[in-house]
């Protein structure tokens, strides 16, 4: 298990003259997953684009093994690195291995064959997967959930210490997110991977986060253990909802009960259940 | 359990290799027939021995003018400009992933004609002056393209929108140069326009092999990284390949590559277009299809041209063909991608 230290130190990154990151400073806990959580717009995507060189910031430093990251050399860091895009584009009639091998050019010198490492390596990353089976077939051909597990393989074929993901279980139904989750968690419990994701669901974020990151308008409003930072005032303060945080009865961690209009706890359920149903008559 | 899965991906690795090759194989075969079709067959056709003893150096009585002077140059100019055409185009489609970008649509080829046509009409130009003209204005046209689409960040999208306003703009230019033009200048126009094979020197050869011999190497080279910015940017910046630099030698590659052969035979309709999707569809994924793309472009030139030459009753231009090949294909991709929500 290979540890990293990586850290942020005053971002301030965006697109063209908007600034999005308004000076963040941290560091991300190393063999831990850690969430990025925050509202549409308050720069949780931005942020992992800023730490894994997609954007480059307009001023602020980020440091890797205490050596600035713009050092590094790009295939090298690629090999320290890799990061899952939220919505990557699948090329026509690509299969399953040939994608997955992809994830190998950090390993590849510019020309020349395959060599057994990188069999291995794919082949791992199958297997890791459970898609080992699928390597013939064509990406197009698969379903969502199938397709996202093949982009982790690419990723995990790439074979480096951090993984950063984009959203990684967006589209998908609710059992392929928790599946998807579950094998990112195994890849952080069996192989020490270090890994930083956004999510937008906020009750799995807590769940499987060992350490959540909350954004507000380009800063980090709060940073720590789920069970520490989350409450309903932080919820109100990052989403600017009204919330009851309640144990989640099958993991204990803290569960956003997310309050609304028609729902807002005043009110006996049953009472407010019958509004709503006239309310729907008008 | 790995070992069985390590054997599988190597299967599944072999049999996509093995593919690729057996299909450039075949290509290559193909190409190299079409070449010597394009030298056999003519309104004479002598035998074998007399022109392989052409081609050899020696003289045999008519069939040295026949062969050397004007069949081997038409082949050599299909061959090359053919070949030119598909990698460039292949390198678009690949890189921009979008089947319907292609030199044309960025606007090369529309700055080019234009620039030949004001040539021939209002200057009188000869050919090598006319084909100077077109590298350059093909070259420029790009600048203006990309500086224009550059914007904040650099936008695949905003560039194939700004090079079909810029191939607009440049296709009136041409619409009015031919109104006004004299009328002992417009064929040499309208024959540049449609893309031809017909009276190709062999000294206007120079610089298209030169840049195929040159560059393709090049573009070859930078197949690895090409396959994955097919993957999008942020895949490829984070499987370490340094996107800009990468994305700028192909550019000028494919581009230089296009506007070269586009001056030797003015734009051959639709094989720019056609040949990366046949290529990659015969050929697969494995490797990065340069060359098969500039087989398939080679092919595709070579037969169309024999096709106008022979097939018919009437000689057609090798553009007039290719463009009938290539229109319904771009109804079917349109029609596919707007099904899928593309467009």
């Given at each position: ?282 | ?271 720019a277009f056609l040949a990366g999707p046949i290529a990659v569809r015969l050929a697969g994924t494995a ?57």
């Amino acid at each position: 298990m290979t540890s990293h230290e990586f850290r942020a130190e005053r971002l301030i990154a965006g697109y063209g003259n908007r600034m999005i990151l308004d000076g963040i400073s941290l560091q991300i806990p190393s063999n831990k997953i850690s969430v990025i959580i925050g509202a549409n717009g308050s720069g949780k995507s931005t942020l992992l684009k800023a730490l894994t060189r997609i954007i480059k910031p307009v001023s602020g430093e980020i440091w890797l093994d205490g050596k600035p990251l713009r050092a590094y050399p790009s295939k090298r860091l690629a090999r320290i690195m890799g990061l899952l895009p939220q919505s990557p584009v699948v090329p026509e009639g690509i299969t399953v291995a040939d994608l997955v091998g992809r994830g190998r050019f950090p390993h590849q010198p510019l020309f020349g064959t395959w060599t057994k490492k990188d069999y291995e390596a794919v082949a791992e990353a199958l297997e890791i997967m459970d898609i080992a089976d699928l390597a013939h077939r064509h990406v197009d051909e698969l379903s969502g959930g199938q397709r996202q597990r093949v982009w982790i393989a690419m990723v995990l074929a790439q074979q480096t210490d951090m993984l950063f993901l984009d959203e990684p279980t967006t589209f998908l139904d609710i059992t392929y997110q928790i599946e998807i989750l579950d094998l990112l968690t195994d890849l952080n419990r069996r192989y020490g991977k270090t890994i930083v994701m956004v999510m937008h669901d906020i009750n799995l974020s807590v769940r499987y986060a060992d350490y959540l990151f909350a954004m507000r308008e380009g800063r980090l409003v709060a940073e720590g253990k789920p069970s520490e930072v989350v409450t309903s005032e932080l919820i109100k303060d990052v989403f600017g909802l009204d919330c009851v945080v309640v144990p989640d009865p099958v993991s204990l961690a803290p569960s956003v009960v997310p309050m609304g209009r028609y729902h807002n706890g005043a009110e006996p359920v049953m009472e407010t259940y019958m509004h709503a149903g006239t309310g729907a008559g008008r | 359990m790995r070992i069985m899965a390590t054997e599988l991906v190597k299967q599944a690795r072999m049999r996509q290799r093995g593919r690729w090759v057996a299909v450039t194989a075949i290509l290559a075969v193909l190409a190299a027939a079409l070449c010597c079709a394009m030298l056999l067959l003519g309104n004479t056709i002598y035998p074998v021995r007399d022109v392989v003893a052409v081609l050899l150096g020696e003289e045999v009585k008519g069939a040295t003018f026949a062969v050397r002077t004007i069949r081997l140059p038409r082949m050599l100019a299909g061959l090359f400009a053919g070949f030119a055409f598909g990698v460039s185009g292949y390198v678009f489609q690949t890189m921009l992933r979008n089947p319907l970008a292609n030199p044309n649509v960025i606007g090369i080829t529309a700055g080019s004609s234009a620039a030949a046509v004001f040539c021939i009409i209002v200057l009188g130009a000869g050919k090598a002056a006319t084909s100077t003209a077109a590298v350059i204005a093909g070259l420029l046209t790009v600048l203006v393209i990309y500086g224009l689409a550059r914007g904040r960040s650099f936008s695949i999208g905003r560039m194939i929108l700004v090079g079909i306003g810029i191939q607009a703009m440049c296709n009136s230019a041409i619409t009015y140069l031919l109104l006004i033009a004299q009328e002992h200048s417009l064929p040499a126009a309208v024959r540049w326009l449609t893309g031809s094979l017909n009276g190709i020197r062999m000294e206007e050869l120079a610089v298209l092999l030169v840049s195929c011999l040159v560059l393709t190497p090049v573009i070859v080279l930078l197949g690895r990284p090409l396959q994955l910015l097919e993957l999008g940017e942020q895949t490829a910046v984070s499987l370490g390949v340094r996107t800009d630099r990468t994305r700028v030698a192909l550019v000028v590659s494919a581009v230089v590559l296009s506007a070269v052969a586009t001056a030797v035979t003015g734009p051959i309709a639709a094989v720019a277009f056609l040949a990366g999707p046949i290529a990659v569809r015969l050929a697969g994924t494995a490797r990065a299809n340069v060359i098969p793309a500039g087989l398939v472009g080679a092919a595709l030139v070579l037969a169309a041209d024999l096709a106008g030459q022979f097939a018919f009753p009437w000689k057609f231009p090798v553009g007039i063909l290719t463009g009938i090949i290539g229109a319904p294909y771009l109804l079917y991709l349109i029609v596919r991608m707007n099904r899928k929500g593309e467009l």
